[in-house]
């Protein structure tokens, strides 16, 4: 008797190596198989006669074989199947391709199925390695219906998949639905035992509609209830008042060495009107590569410490904590009292005569008694001996890369009142994925560049035309600027994963194309292209002390040509860096070409994007042509996740979003219902116990970091 825990190698026809191909991808049970959902469909619905089919038509004919043999070719010894399939209009040839085992399953006689693309050539029309099936009582599984197409691996069969569902299909009768009845009716779903049937077997285009929204809309029902419940716990915090102090803030804007665009006045005013009332903030502010948000925070920390409180402000590395220090200083600086601390640096408004222990020391002590008003640090924030006296407002910079607890443990050093809490990020994120990741977050975006920043000039290099780009970087060198390389992988040809720093894009071929490392480049450009210049690198395998050190020999100009991985993807700034160069571009997303492009023109003089790439693919020069024509982030990150999907585009942001299976953020229909839904349950959740224990074991699967 199979039931959702049957392991999977106890299913009919499954042995040890189809047993370790379904476990590759991720089928350990029964029920794991219930949720491997297709990701297309075959319509073999209609069965056309033999005279009716047309070259190039997916069609399904229904015919007697009237022979069938199994011969060798010539040449290549290649196993080849020949039959011929006849019915009361004509008859058609069929061809397979080392399937021999297909003659001990068909045999003269058998009436049959068949479901392909017609292909024609000067005999007549015929079928080249069709699906197949003996046309026996009951519903077919592979052909003459709406067939399911599922993502397979080496040595899985479609005819497999589909067979070992069909065994286990008979489950989603047993489907207890978590969703009430009530619920469904509300909301004009389908009951889960019906959408999990039609989800794989489909009848017809509504069935399939229907199925595939009710699933849909479970996935979505779910990001949001949790969301909701966040929202609703946050309403009985109190958090301290931080009123606006308009006289000091209007000086202290008028005073900045730039002119704030229309979209950071917005988003500063947002986040100035929620800290002023008492409930805890909690927004996140999204912007496009140098877009100002340093500008925005020193506004809102500026006036949290004028309402008498401190302001945290936490970043993952000590280059990025070092680089907001000093903006803060420069704008901040003498008007309140400032501290760095890292786990190798300690500073206060720039006093480091001190030596580091004798610092630190003394900067905890400050921090503990408010004399230190606004700190700056890294993960060193969330230790133990770090005490805070008042924190009114804790800002956290790409948020993400911190997990759930690091950011509750800053929270909870805060006695009595909760924080307002800002988090804020340099990947664009559009408001339609913003409802599903952060639905317990007010939003505000800057998607204006500073006024006079010059637009990046980006191509897409030719091979041939390499030498011509080189000759570019060393014009450029000889101005005194710097340059970024940027390559895929650390090493080539490594068989350690370790040695790759991103995942490989896997939506356009990249077989037989050369995987650009940070070391053969290194080599190349430091022993034959530019031995006069000073060239060297850093990925992610070196230890954090030589990665700031290498950071600040680039930003003190004593490095021409610095080569890297993905690390110098987020949030770096330096200014004299002109030009970046991106081997093997067709490995990484637009989102993170963006960010790789946005580590130049930070000052005022033209920088340069340049884009290479061996692939030979149409798809990768479309896409690589889009990104060399798109400069707005927020348009660049909307069509990633046309073509990959949030969980690739934002999966270290919210691994959850790994967990969507079909939602897509294209269906705003269903997002909008199960907005609706999370809302009204949430308040009355005690009403649904099955709701509220699905959303706790859902919680244990999903990692929300």
């Known amino acids: 008797m199979v039931d959702f825990k049957t392991p999977i190698k106890d299913l009919s026809r499954v042995g040890k190596i189809t047993a370790k191909r379904l476990q590759h991808l991720g089928l350990f049970t029964a029920g794991d198989l219930l949720y491997y959902f297709p990701f297309r469909y075959e319509d073999y619905r209609q069965v056309i006669l033999v005279q009716d089919l047309q070259e190039g038509q997916l069609a399904t004919v229904l015919g007697k074989l009237e022979f069938i043999v199994s011969k060798r070719s010539w040449r290549k010894r290649k196993v080849i199947v020949e039959a011929l399939v006849s019915d009361k209009s004509g008859s058609i040839r069929v061809t397979w391709f080392n399937q021999p085992y297909i003659t001990k399953i068909l045999h003269q006689g058998d009436l049959i199925f068949l479901s392909g693309k017609v292909q024609s050539d000067m005999i007549g029309s015929h079928f080249v390695s069709p699906t197949f099936e003996k046309a026996v009582r009951g519903e077919t599984k592979h052909t003459a219906r709406m067939v399911p197409i599922y993502s397979a691996t080496t040595g899985l069969t479609q005819k497999q998949i589909r067979f070992l569902i069909s065994q286990i299909i008979a489950l989603s009768a047993k489907t207890v639905d978590w969703l009430p009845a009530d619920i469904l009716e509300e909301w004009d779903m389908l009951p889960l035992r019906d959408a999990l049937r039609g989800i794989h077997f489909p009848v017809d285009e509504q069935d399939l509609k229907y199925s595939t929204e009710r699933l849909k809309f479970d996935e979505l029902f779910l990001f949001q209830l949790k969301a909701e419940l966040s929202r ?302 000073k060239v060297d690198y850093l990925h992610g395998k070196l230890k954090s002390v030589e990665k700031e050190k290498i950071m600040e020999a680039f930003k003190n100009k004593e490095i021409d040509i610095l080569i890297s991985t993905s690390v110098v993807e987020v949030g770096i700034d330096m200014p004299n860096a002109s030009v970046m160069m991106i081997e093997g571009a067709d490995r990484f997303g637009l989102a993170q070409l963006h960010q790789f492009r946005g580590r130049v023109g930070r000052a005022d003089y033209q920088s340069y994007c340049f884009l290479f790439t061996d692939s030979q693919s149409s798809k990768v020069h479309d896409r690589l042509k889009y990104f060399e024509t798109t400069a707005d982030g927020f348009k660049l990150a909307e069509k990633d996740l046309e073509i990959r999907g949030p969980g690739e585009v934002y999966g270290t942001m919210q691994s959850g979003l790994m967990n969507l299976r079909l939602a897509k953020l294209t269906d705003k229909e269903i997002i909008k219902k199960a907005k609706q839904a999370a809302q009204v349950v949430a308040v009355g959740l005690n009403k649904y116990p099955s709701i509220k224990q699905k959303i706790k074991d859902w919680e244990k699967t999903v990692h929300f970091e």
């Open 232 to 533: 609703l716990k946050k309403t009985n915090e109190k958090a301290p008042q931080l009123i606006f102090q308009e006289k000091k803030i209007k000086e202290f804007v008028s005073s900045l060495p730039f002119v704030l665009t229309n979209t950071q006045k917005v988003s500063a005013w947002e986040i100035l009107r929620d800290i002023n009332l008492e409930k805890p903030m909690n927004r996140l502010l999204s912007g496009d590569v140098g877009s100002g948000k340093t500008a925005v925070a020193a506004i809102v920390i500026y006036n949290a410490v004028l309402n008498g409180y401190q302001a945290v402000l936490m970043v993952p590395t000590e280059i990025l904590a070092r680089q907001h220090y000093n903006t803060l200083l420069k704008l901040l600086g003498d008007k309140i009292q400032i501290g760095l601390l890292t786990r190798s640096q300690a500073e206060i408004n720039q006093n480091n005569n001190e030596k580091f222990k004798n610092l630190k020391s003394g900067l905890l002590k400050k921090i503990k008694n408010g004399e230190v008003q606004v700190v700056i640090g890294t993960h060193a924030l969330l230790s133990e001996k770090v005490q805070f006296k008042d924190v009114g407002l804790i800002i956290v910079d790409e948020q993400h890369r911190f997990g759930v607890e690091q950011r509750k443990n800053i929270k909870d050093k805060t006695d009595n009142l909760s924080a307002h809490f800002l988090s804020m990020t340099a990947t664009p994120i559009p408001r339609s994925l913003a409802l599903m990741l952060y639905g317990d977050l007010s939003m505000s975006t800057i998607n204006e560049m500073p006024i006079g920043r010059k637009k990046i000039s980006t191509r897409l290099v030719e091979s041939n035309n390499r030498d011509k780009a080189y000759n570019f970087i060393r014009a450029q060198v000889n101005l005194g600027r710097q340059v970024f390389v940027i390559c895929p992988l650390i090493e080539s040809q490594t068989k350690d994963e370790s040695a790759i720093e991103i995942i490989n894009y896997p939506f356009f071929p990249t077989a037989g194309v050369e995987k650009k490392s940070v070391m053969t480049e290194y080599k190349k450009l430091s022993e034959n292209i530019f031995p006069d210049l």
